[in-house]
């Protein structure tokens, strides 16, 4: 009975997830401005890269099960935020904050929950902010708000972030401590870098700054 129900809700979910992929559509065409516009009113663009993912229901279901939430859509729905994720990459720490303002400055956009993962890392030195977003997605019949998760982080938090997910999922979780000595230090490196990489960023601004001031002064007589 118990695989009976999990099958039902396994097909429910398809559909449900639906309105999962137009929120992420929206978000993603929300970004796409965002990164265009900055192209051509700044001629720098602080987003290096975007992507999108959903949740499979295999993994909705195991997370409910984990969590100990009701094994409805309504339960689901109120309590799993990241079946819709999006993840934007970016070069420098200020950009992070940036983007985020961006965003949460925009009326159709909710948020529900920031969690700063940058001024306060994990344990083992992951670092990230993570949005939890809720958007209107407009359908034939009804307006669903739907939850949406954005993770925004830099080039350096991205590639530590991809190999200890990769390690994380090889070892089952279980990451020998070794290995996860290492990769706290390689966390570590990935912040010195980023500080180092801002530092440079701000100076190249300021001397941008300069220069622009200088040429915007009168010729001498
Ligand atoms: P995937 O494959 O990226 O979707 P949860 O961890 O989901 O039970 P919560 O509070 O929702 O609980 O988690 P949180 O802290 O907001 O982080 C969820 C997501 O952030 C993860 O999703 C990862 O994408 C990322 N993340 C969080 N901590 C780490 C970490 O230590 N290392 C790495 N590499 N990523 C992390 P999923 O669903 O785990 O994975």
């Not at 309105?19 to 051509?40: H, P, R």
């Not at 940036?98 to 909710?110: G, W, Y």
């Not at 940058?118 to 034939?140: A, D, E, T, W």
């Amino acid at each position: 009975k118990e695989l009976d129900n999990v099958k039902n809700l396994k097909d429910s979910l398809v559909r449900f997830m639906m309105t999962y992929k137009f929120a992420l559509d929206e978000v993603n065409t929300k970004i796409n401005i965002l990164k265009q516009e900055f192209q051509y009113a700044d001629d720098y663009n602080p987003i290096e890269h975007v992507t999108s993912r959903l949740k499979s229901p295999e993994s909705i279901i195991s997370k409910a099960y984990r969590k100990g939430f009701g094994l409805t859509l309504s339960a689901i729905k109120e309590n799993i935020r990241d079946i819709a994720g999006i993840r934007i990459t970016c070069s420098f720490i200020s950009d992070i904050y940036k983007i985020s303002r961006m965003l949460q400055s925009q009326k159709d956009i909710t948020l529900i929950e920031t969690k700063d993962y940058v001024k306060n890392p994990k344990p083992n030195g992951y670092r990230s902010v993570h949005l939890i977003i809720q958007i209107p997605v407009f359908m034939s019949d009804r307006v669903d708000h739907v939850f949406v998760e954005v993770q925004i982080r830099t080039i350096a938090m991205d590639f530590w972030a991809s190999l200890e997910h990769k390690i994380y999922y090889k070892y089952d979780g279980e990451i020998p401590s070794e290995l996860k000595e290492e990769l706290t230090e390689a966390a570590f490196t990935a912040l010195k870098l980023d500080e180092k990489m801002e530092k440079i960023h701000d100076q190249v601004n300021k001397i941008k700054e300069h220069n622009q001031f200088e040429s915007s002064l009168p010729f001498d007589g």
